[in-house]
RNA sequence: GGCGACAUAGCCAAGUGGUAAGGCCGGGGUCUGCAAAACCCCUAUUCCCCAGUUCGACUCUGGGUGUCGCCUCCA
């Protein structure tokens, strides 16, 4: 609130309540929609690890002008349109590896708790009815703008908007509108209608989290009118100037050429288009790769490179795993590599509790990675001994990043058993060939299971392959 | 027009009043039958420009230039 970082302190010890503006359902979610999610799935992993109990709430507003319009071009009901959007949104968030939120509340499914709060700031004179509309009377709420840093003068200065010159203020807002025909509505003591654009999440958030919680987030193109607007009505309607959100985290956006993409610009990619094309974790790592307020420009070339600095991670990650298959012994000592790790898992925390810094943090990932291949050579190499214990300790720090990153999640390798046993079944051919040093037969191998995206890589103890 | 943010190597990107993290690409090397992977070394005397404050500024202040954004639906 007060535009700069400030220091986190609970409204609840031990408890962290989070409100994250979530979709409109109206059509597919892009890149840049995705960006909020993706932040908050990381902050929420970091507050979880930190010991809080975490309460996370995303709302859809599934009752929309959008909706509707989208809902009369093809003929369908409002309601398939939101639903089939929504699912849409699950699919791409669940390939970004984003976990669900506590509660999903919607708009529609929140009529009765939205019309008290409508009716609650009409008797506390900051809301007036107009012919069935309801409007908020921003004149009346002397902290308005103090989110965005503007006052009522300054925007009345540079307003630019037509007016309905039935209201009060120009920049007085609906909080219900009246219904027209073909549209959803509900009734109420202003007769049938619908919810404005900001009510839900005032009514969302006190609903699931109560007058006061912790974090709001969302996009920065939702600072105004948005959050100024749930600000206004939260705080009017509870009669508290310190209620509501206490910390407010916005993203930048994610670019295209240096411009902002945005569906009115029809500039954007899907994320389920970008999945065609990259992994869902390639994609997560890309964006925290940058701070979350930063903007961050989009492009197949960034992606690539983004790609090329998670396989290296991954491979770390591979060579780590690969030595703790085997029985620990006397030999190379891994206390120096469990030190350092540890003092980059440390270090990651602190870029973390620092508002968030996910590409800080993200750095140390990298050194904690260094020093495992550091170690995977020095015995695989040597053909020492392992020192077992120490290395699965520094696995386990380097592990507890990458979780929190939503990186390296083991999952079932994609590809048959079946599959999988031809190209064993070649590989130890190879190695036969190799053996007999038959040179010709066995790049023969190597480069056929290349062109089917198969890697190889020989090692002092055996040959592993992966897909590309 | 009003308000605001940003400007760091070939590209991306952190960062601090005391002398520039990390990633990608590129070059050289180690290892390897050759590769691949990994590792090592090199790659910004310099942080848009100009003034000022300071023992000292990329980091603070003022001015300029440029880019982007919000003010209308938008994550």
């Not at 919680?213 to 508290?240: K, M, R, T, V, W």
């Amino acid at each position: 609130m007060s535009r700069q970082k400030e220091e986190f302190k609970p409204v609840n010890e031990g408890k962290v309540g989070i409100y994250v503006c979530g979709v409109t359902p109206y059509n597919e979610p892009h890149i840049g929609n995705a960006r909020p999610f993706v932040t908050w799935d990381t902050i929420r992993r970091f507050f979880k690890k930190c010991g809080y109990d975490v309460r996370y709430i995303q709302n859809f507003t599934d009752v929309d002008d959008k909706i509707i319009r989208a809902s009369h071009e093809q003929h369908v009901t409002w309601k398939d349109i939101a639903d089939k959007y929504i699912d849409a949104y699950f699919k791409g968030m669940d390939a970004l590896n984003i976990r669900h939120a506590d509660v999903y509340p919607r708009v529609s499914e929140t009529i009765p708790e939205i019309q008290e709060m409508v009716a609650g700031l009409i008797d506390k004179g900051y809301a007036y009815e107009l012919d069935g509309d309801v409007y908020y009377s921003v004149e009346k709420f002397n902290g308005y703008g103090k989110l965005s840093g503007r006052s009522l003068d300054d925007m009345m200065a540079g307003a630019r908007v037509e007016v309905d010159e039935r209201k009060k203020n120009p920049m007085d807002f609906a909080l219900w509108k009246s219904a027209k025909p073909g549209e959803p509505s509900w009734d109420s003591p202003w007769g049938k209608g619908r919810p404005g654009w900001h009510i839900e999440c005032s009514t969302m958030s006190l609903k699931y989290l109560g007058k006061t919680f912790d974090f709001h987030g969302g996009g920065s193109d939702l600072i105004f009118p948005h959050h100024e607007n749930e600000i206004a009505q939260s705080q009017a309607y509870l009669g508290d100037a310190h209620s509501f959100a206490r910390y407010w985290v916005h993203n930048g956006f994610i670019t295209i050429h240096e411009q902002k993409m945005s569906k009115s610009l029809h500039n954007f990619f899907t994320v389920n288009e970008i999945l065609e094309k990259y992994p869902g974790e390639v994609v997560r790592f890309f964006i925290l790769q940058t701070h979350y307020r930063s903007p961050l420009d989009f492009s197949d070339e960034r992606l690539r490179d983004a790609a090329a600095g998670l396989a290296r991670l991954k491979t770390a990650n591979d060579n780590a795993n690969e030595l703790l298959k085997n029985e620990g012994g006397e030999g190379e000592s891994a206390a120096e590599l469990k030190k350092t790790t540890h003092e980059a898992h440390e270090k990651f925390y602190e870029a973390m509790a620092d508002d968030f810094n996910t590409a800080l943090a993200i750095s140390y990932l990298f050194e904690a990675a260094k020093n495992m291949n550091v170690y995977y050579n020095d015995i695989v190499n040597k053909g020492a001994a392992l020192d077992r214990e120490n290395l699965a300790a520094a696995k386990a720090d380097f592990d507890d990043m990458a979780e929190i990153i939503g990186i390296l999640e083991d999952k079932a390798e994609s590809g048959s058993s079946d599959e999988d046993a031809k190209i064993d079944a070649l590989v130890n051919e190879r190695l036969a060939a190799r053996k007999a040093k038959n040179w010709a037969r066995a790049d023969e191998i190597r480069d056929m299971l290349k062109a089917q995206g198969i890697v190889l890589e020989d090692s002092a103890s055996g040959t592993r392959w992966k897909r590309a």
